[in-house]
């Protein structure tokens, strides 16, 4: 566990920082994926921990959410919107885009449905962080603001990860994970206002860097959007909405499901 700021610490999975876990004060925010529970629950060892709350509930985030509560006999909270999802068996993926690579690994990472005892909206407070509510890559995706000494856990509204090299890059969640990409970008532009001095993400290490990453979200707003660059494209050969597997596709399923089955403890 790495401590980031005060009473803030992130749980590193494997590969580093792939799918991030918060623990802050007595809150543990997300639960990577399925595989991930018995890693975390030993992580968590000789803390206390009262509270469980999510970013948003897709497979790599609250993949390990049931498993946890249970362990530890803690409440769950997630955004409003995203309490159906949370809830119901099934819903997870039936509320992500139709798409291949969703498809194949979606499944293999979500979590049980789960009790949730607390639906987050604007202004309400997570231990010592307030909810910003910021739609778009899930209906009830919420962040999570601490204003004294401006740190900002995103979740997967903006990502610092190139998820197809693996290298750390301010991008757009995928759109092949994402309800609604323009809504997600208007929740971006929220950013705008706060000046944050550490940003935590679901995905990528955490920044530091203030005026790069405020740069970054005006050039998502100021463009109504966000051509990909060369280098932010996805592997050559994948089809991107074709819904159909070509050998670079087999490969990166299997670079996927890598990453959630090496998250178990051996
Ligand atoms: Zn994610």
Known sequence: MKQLADDLYVLEGF????????????????????????????????????LHALTHAHPDHQGASHAICAALGI?????????????????????????WLSATVGPLWTGPPHPVSRRLREGDQVGTFTVIETPG???????????ADGVLVVGDVVCNLNIWNGRPMLREPERIFTLDPAQNRRSAARFLALEPKLVCFGHGPPLR???????????????????????????????????????????????????GKTESPR
């Open 15 to 50: 590969p580093p920082y792939a799918i991030n876990v918060y623990l802050v004060g007595e809150v543990l925010i997300d639960a990577a994926t399925r595989f991930a529970a018995r890693r975390i629950l030993r992580r968590l060892r000789g803390r206390t921990v009262t």
């Open 75 to 99: 409440p769950l909270w997630c955004g409003q919107a995203d309490a159906g999802a949370m809830e119901t068996a099934g819903e997870v993926m039936r509320r992500m885009p139709p798409h």
């Open 137 to 147: 890559h899930t209906a009830g995706h919420v962040s999570f603001w601490r204003q």
């Open 209 to 259: 860097d203030t005026r790069r990453f405020l740069a970054y979200v005006r050039s998502l707003t100021a463009s109504g959007g966000h051509a990909a660059t060369a280098a932010e494209r996805p592997i050559a050969g994948l089809p991107d909405h074709l819904g159909v597997a070509t050998p670079g596709a087999a490969a990166t399923i299997r670079a996927v499901k890598t990453i």
